[in-house]
């Protein structure tokens, strides 16, 4: 497959649409819709970009029993969803400084520890380009009301038991559910 070009379809407040054209192996052209939080991607370089554009929150408590997810309303899909605490990375952030304030903003609880970062995920390779930090800890605090009048989150500290259940009735975020089925387990 041999990319071609990249086109600037429209520029929202927080994506921006493109179509990329490919040439197939069998000489036909493909052009593939994706959004992106980059404004100006010009070229496949662009495309694949190294630097994250967001951060996902995997805490534990302190004993290492519990689990932190957040059940938070998605307007994507009009509706509750289990997901972990996560966040755009601000410009001039680090990943953990955009951790300890996504997870403040969200939760009121802080990171007691970072035991462990792994980069260069891609959040949903379908349509988009953007990258995520995952980073792992301990946290600790306690529940506040999420900082954002934007955003319906009710965090929750979660045992192994009380996740196995929550995967059989409730709707998760992919990332959250792969988790959390090994880690219930």
Same mark, same amino acid.
């Given at each position: 497959?041999?990319?071609?070009?990249?086109?600037?379809?429209?520029?929202?407040?927080?994506?921006?649409?493109? /179509?990329?054209?490919?040439?197939?192996?069998?000489?036909?052209?493909?052009?593939?819709?994706? #959004?992106s939080?980059?404004?100006d991607?010009?070229?496949?370089? /662009?495309?694949r970009?190294?630097?994250?554009?967001?951060? #996902?929150?995997?805490?534990?408590?302190? !004993?290492?029993?519990? #689990?932190?997810?957040?059940?938070?309303?998605?307007?994507?899909?009009?509706?509750?969803?289990?997901?972990f605490?996560?966040?755009?990375? /601000?410009a001039?952030?680090?990943?953990e400084?955009?951790?300890?304030?996504e997870l403040?903003?969200?939760?009121g609880?802080?990171?007691?520890?970072?035991?462990?970062? #792994?980069?260069?995920?891609?959040?949903?390779?379908?349509?988009?380009?953007?990258?995520?930090?995952?980073?792992?800890?301990?946290?600790?605090?306690?529940?506040?009301? !999420?900082? !954002?009048?934007?955003?319906?989150?009710?965090?929750?500290?979660?045992?192994k038991?009380q996740?196995?259940?929550?995967?059989?009735?409730? !709707?998760?975020?992919?990332?959250?559910?792969?988790?959390?089925?090994?880690?219930?387990?």
């Amino acid at each position: 497959m041999q990319f071609e070009k990249i086109e600037k379809k429209a520029e929202g407040k927080f994506i921006t649409r493109y /179509d990329l054209t490919y040439r197939l192996e069998n000489g036909k052209e493909k052009v593939y819709e994706i #959004i992106s939080r980059d404004r100006d991607l010009t070229s496949l370089s /662009d495309l694949r970009k190294k630097d994250a554009d967001a951060v #996902i929150l995997i805490m534990e408590d302190q !004993s290492g029993e519990k #689990i932190l997810m957040n059940r938070e309303f998605r307007m994507a899909v009009g509706g509750w969803v289990y997901n972990f605490p996560a966040g755009l990375i /601000d410009a001039g952030e680090t990943p953990e400084e955009a951790a300890r304030r996504e997870l403040y903003e969200e939760t009121g609880l802080s990171i007691k520890k970072i035991k462990d970062t #792994i980069s260069n995920s891609y959040s949903a390779i379908g349509f988009t380009n953007e990258r995520t930090v995952c980073v792992i800890g301990e946290a600790e605090g306690t529940f506040k009301e !999420s900082t !954002s009048f934007e955003e319906e989150i009710e965090p929750g500290w979660y045992t192994k038991q009380q996740v196995k259940e929550l995967l059989k009735t409730e !709707s998760f975020a992919a990332r959250t559910q792969a988790f959390c089925y090994l880690w219930c387990r």
